[in-house]
């Protein structure tokens, strides 16, 4: 476990190696900010996008969030942090992509497929069970096809569920809708394999299948 003191040296480090190697970049993003993707991704600690498609600094646009899942498009009331991302990312930063990636063993996933929420006391619980909501029916379709069993292969199917529900979400909202009918905006879902290190996307036929990593040359 990592307490706070370790992350402020972390940060001496940063700021005494990191950041003077790559001080024009910082110079550069200093005056703004250009990511062609955006990554919608599990607030798991053991998945960092920026690690695993090895990127700095400015090149992705990334939000996090239990199960990393999207509502519906839902205009009214309500403080929709999620939904504010993506309208930031799409109609102000133009993003050409969209991924939600998911990964293996997703507590979220696992406390919807199980409907128990570990660790609730008195008092608690007031936001992960409704934000779980948005997996029922999804949770409901792979307990049906698993025979109501909790096991790894039915969270894995709720993991890929869950990338699935968030993508048909996505395609909800006016603006994103728009941008994919003339090109300018595609969607991508992803799964991450954390025991592996192995990323899987999701195909045109609706299955997962990895990404084989090609050579890199000299």
Same mark, same amino acid.
């Given at each position: 476990?990592?307490?706070?003191?370790?992350?402020?040296?972390?940060?001496?480090?940063?700021?005494?190696?990191?950041?003077?190697?790559?001080?024009?970049?910082?110079?550069?993003?200093?005056?703004?900010?250009?990511?062609?993707?955006?990554?919608? #991704?599990?607030?798991?600690?053991?998945?960092?996008?920026?690690?695993?498609?090895?990127?700095?600094?400015?090149?992705?646009?990334?939000?996090?969030?239990?199960?990393?899942?999207?509502?519906?498009?839902?205009?009214?009331?309500?403080?929709?942090?999620? #939904?504010?991302?993506?309208?930031?990312?799409?109609?102000?930063?133009?993003?050409?992509?969209?991924?939600?990636?998911?990964?293996?063993?997703?507590?979220?996933?696992?406390?919807?497929?199980?409907?128990?929420?570990?660790?609730?006391?008195?008092?608690?619980?007031?936001?992960?069970?409704?934000?779980?909501?948005?997996?029922?029916?999804?949770?409901?379709?792979?307990?049906?096809?698993?025979?109501?069993?909790?096991?790894?292969?039915?969270?894995?199917?709720?993991?890929?569920?869950?990338?699935?529900?968030?993508?048909?979400?996505?395609?909800?909202?006016?603006?994103?809708?728009?941008?994919?009918?003339?090109?300018?905006?595609?969607?991508?879902?992803?799964?991450?394999?954390?025991?592996?290190?192995?990323?899987?996307?999701?195909?045109?036929?609706?299955?997962?299948?990895?990404?084989?990593?090609?050579?890199?040359?000299?």
């Amino acid at each position: 476990m990592t307490e706070f003191t370790q992350l402020l040296n972390g940060y001496a480090r940063f700021r005494t190696s990191a950041y003077p190697e790559q001080k024009a970049r910082y110079d550069t993003l200093s005056k703004g900010q250009n990511p062609g993707t955006m990554v919608i #991704s599990c607030a798991d600690s053991r998945v960092s996008p920026s690690l695993i498609f090895d990127v700095g600094p400015g090149e992705i646009f990334t939000v996090r969030n239990v199960a990393n899942l999207v509502p519906p498009f839902d205009p009214g009331g309500g403080l929709h942090g999620v #939904s504010a991302a993506v309208e930031f990312a799409v109609t102000q930063l133009e993003v050409q992509d969209i991924l939600v990636l998911g990964h293996g063993g997703c507590g979220g996933c696992q406390a919807s497929l199980t409907d128990h929420f570990a660790g609730n006391a008195p008092g608690e619980g007031y936001f992960i069970a409704s934000w779980i909501a948005l997996l029922d029916e999804a949770r409901d379709r792979v307990l049906k096809a698993h025979d109501g069993r909790h096991d790894a292969e039915a969270l894995l199917a709720l993991e890929h569920e869950a990338v699935r529900v968030s993508l048909k979400n996505l395609k909800s909202f006016p603006f994103i809708q728009e941008r994919m009918a003339d090109g300018r905006l595609r969607l991508h879902g992803g799964h991450f394999a954390v025991a592996h290190g192995m990323l899987h996307l999701l195909r045109d036929d609706d299955t997962f299948s990895p990404v084989i990593p090609m050579a890199q040359s000299d």
